[in-house]
């Protein structure tokens, strides 16, 4: 047992949940074999958020998975272990065999939303490496990062030797290949950067060139990319406790403020045979008692009812469960009602009337909705659904369609069932214009103009029996605009967030609002410069991206959004957003 | 029904008991040993569990009863190849129904790393706690069944069940009252004693004389 690893012993009893930093799941790879180069994993949040991370798990396989190198994780520590490390100058570890996070030879951070941001700060703190890329010597390691955030990573850039764009499989490996090369040869850090520069998907900060683009990694072949059969087992409950089966990446539906259903675009799916097979091969390696499927749209997977008949035998033979998260109310149907559990279906309609639904192109029709009948004839009796609020031309009437939606579907269920108890739980986030999609121009409503809206939308919801409300908080809902839109101004803006005590702003017990006006004030930064309208010819800082779809077919689908005119799905024909240039998508 | 009599040291010793309890399902259908379940809405496996462990506390001596037509060689080997290093089965017994180890637990003994002194109980041994969100001071001698020499280092035998006696509060007590340094993570459990017809008796013993 290493020093660190005895010394992390003698605290764990003075925190909570000490089994979130001992290691040890099951599945764990083999930490000692030889290798040329050593990876470190960090995910800026809890071990039980960390932990439930589907990509993460993923990579971590396909990196150990290869003869020559070994990965280690470490998620971001509780504030309580966080304070113990520091009081026994301890370094952050990792969890397989406490080793500082300096003596890696690539550091990579799963940026998975703008409120980690402090959080990739709070671990590098805690792991005595110096934020800025700039500031750091040849003893550190390559510190990247990547994720859903690194769609535009201009905040953080500043932070990283280089961003990983895209999909991690090859590009983590062809990396690492280079840093291995790198070791033996005695390269610099720089001259492993110039060549890192070469691989697709790679972004070194310190090296754009004036004009140059950098080209998303995607992998081409889905069907056969490597997928964690044998995935590690938490020994604590963590957020998503299952087996998780990806079915295929992309979306077909384009939906207008939708980052991830533009992001990873081209759609590619899996078979499902192979699904089913991995399905089977995860639950006899973990013993997982649920098998869930995950995917951005599940129910539009073309293979779903193949699966579920291939998989059902095995699961009433092990008697797990198996899970339809993320239901479309155009592809639900009655076989899918009645071959889940009964517990509560959730929908996603997201905007109240037809004219709002038609401008965000979230192609679900008032009739649609009425499916959900089908729910009720199956021996549903509880309902969730998904909207967002300040969606770009909304007005009162669509806020009030929400409470209108509502009550047509207890009138439904009272006609199919004959009974009142409908449980609808009504859940609203606030839009967000993220980069790399139609809406990435468009203006967030203030915050009081989200306080009036919510407060009308809970007054109308307040009339119907059985109906509850929840919110999702307005503050922080601006502080993602800011960090999602924003450019490198933000860098020092981060620093000096964490610097006032900003971290795991992702917890409401921990996000402070006041610190985040307070950090974009002391840096002389305006934080409306990024949650305001942006004008359609301004360079936006994510420019230099290409994630397959053109800007020109964002710019387009924005301008149909405002006269209402949805698009057709993409299993209905190519709509040409440009994404098959990167891999074929396999729906066309 | 099968018992395995198990360990829980290195990590696993740092996993709460709760979070064990979910983690044994796991562990069986990892191994492929055909579990019974309850009837009803919501069926669940039946197994079941010895008294928890104090977290941080390495014990040689858990147990738990598994309702399955599976031999139990056969389930111990299974077991064995789906568990980590902390979490060993030691030992297999066959009985006909639930043995009820944890209702019936009486008492445990355990081995504090430090050298065996006499442990005066005549004016009581209090120690003070956090329960929810008060402290509480305590008189725990009551609970103390008795201490001996084990093999130079300080044994102890503590109410165990109902009216239990976490060992890592008798260590804050001894540190206390005579100045010792004993951490919790290197206590050792080794023998859990059930009461069965007016005997106490340690699990192994009632295990193998059960039917």
Partial sequence: MNEYKKKIDEILLSVEKPARYVGGEWNTPDMTKPHRAKFCFCFPDVYEIGMSNLGLQILYDVI?????????????????????????????????????????????????????????????????????????????PIICAGGPCAVNPEPFAPFCDCVLIGEGEEMDLALLKLVADGKEKGWTKAQILEKAKEIEGVYVPSMLGEGEKVVKAVVKDFENAPYPTKPLVPNIEIVHDRATLE???????????????????????????????????????????????????????????????????????????????????????????????KSSLTFAPEAGTQRLRNVINKNVTDEE???????????????????????????????????????????????IRHKKNLNISVSCAVFIPKPSTPFQWEEQISLDEMLRRQSLLRKALREIKGVSFSWHGAETSVLEVALARGDKRLAPVIVRAYELGAMFDSWTEYFNWDIWVQAFKDCGVDMQDYVGEISEDKVLPWDFIDIGVSKKYLLGQRHLAYQGITTKNCREGCNGCGANKLGRCTIT | MIVLKYVKTLDARFISHIDLLKHMSRILRRAVVPVKHSQGFNPHALIFFSPPTVLGVNSYAEYVAIDTDMKGEEVFTRYNNSVPEGLKAIEWFECAKNPNIQGKSVSADYVFDVDYFDVDLSDGLTVTYKKKEDFVTEDISGKICGTFNADGRLGVRLASGNNNLRADRLATALNEKYGKDIKVTTIAKLCQYVLVDGVEKSVDEYLRETP
């Avoid at chain 1, 998975?112 to 792991?127: C, G, I, T, V």
């Avoid at chain 1, 021996?379 to 659904?385: F, N």
Wanted: aromatic share 14%; glycine share 6%.
């Fill in chain 1, 369 to 415: 909705i009425d499916n959900i009948g089908r729910a009720f004839e199956a021996g549903y009796d509880s309902v969730k659904l998904y909207f967002m609020l300040g969606l770009p031309t909304e007005t009162d009437e669509d806020i009030l369609g929400i409470a209108e939606i509502c009550r047509r579907l207890k009138k439904l269920y009272f006609e």
């Fill in chain 1, 247 to 341: 079915l295929y990446r992309g979306c077909a539906s384009g939906c207008r403020f939708c980052q991830a259903g533009y992001y990873y675009r081209p759609i590619r799916e899996r078979s499902p045979e192979k699904c089913a097979e991995y399905g089977k091969k995860m639950i006899d390696s973990t013993g997982f008692g649920e098998i869930s499927l995950c995917s951005l749209s599940t129910s539009d997977y073309t293979g779903l009812m193949d699966l579920e008949k291939e998989l059902r035998p095995f699961i009433e033979e092990k008697k797990i469960t198996f899970a339809l998260p993320s239901l479309r109310l155009s592809s639900f149907t009655k076989e899918m009602a009645q071959s889940s559990r």
């Fill in chain 1, 64 to 140: 150990n998975s290869h003869p020559d190198f070994i990965a280690e994780r470490c998620y971001a520590p509780w504030p309580d272990m966080g304070a113990k490390l520091r009081e026994n100058n301890l370094p952050l570890l990792s969890l397989e065999t406490a080793t500082p996070l300096k003596d890696f030879d690539v550091v990579g951070f799963s940026v998975q939303f703008e409120l980690l941001y402090s959080n990739f700060l709070y671990m590098l703190d805690l792991a005595n490496i110096p934020f800025y890329a700039k500031d750091r010597g040849e003893e550190y």
